[in-house]
Nanobody, 122 residues
């Protein structure tokens, strides 16, 4: 059973930065791609970024270079560095373990963390 625990969320002002972490245990982290999603109030969960075991990265178009996804296979932890944050980035951010299929689809992930709240004030 894979367990994922996110941390690093919080309240930040517009233009600020946060780094989210996703600590994984109980699985084969080094062989799985990891994804980040977010869900704002009243909206559907949306794809943010993913990183494969071989460090191939995929981003949503709206990120426009503001976010960087990474991973440390020794620490079995994935990261999402978020820069130049905007109020519309306010959401609960989730990490997930990819099981197959499109990186963009939440159905392609079989394990999820509990989420961490990111709030960006204007």
């Amino acid at each position: 059973q894979v367990q994922l625990v996110e941390s690093g969320g919080g309240l930040v002002q517009t233009g600020g930065s946060l780094r989210l972490s996703c600590a994984a245990s109980g699985g084969t982290f080094s062989k799985q791609a990891m994804g980040w999603f977010r869900q704002a109030p009243g909206k559907e969960r949306e794809f943010v970024a993913s990183v494969t075991w071989s460090d191939i990265k995929t981003y949503s178009d709206w990120i426009k270079g503001r976010f960087i996804v990474s991973r440390d296979n020794v620490k079995t932890t994935a990261y999402l560095q978020m820069n130049n944050l905007k109020p519309e980035d306010t959401a609960v951010y989730y990490c997930a373990a990819h099981s197959g299929g499109s990186f963009y689809a939440s159905q392609s992930y079989n394990y999820w963390g509990q989420g961490t709240q990111v709030t960006v004030s204007s």
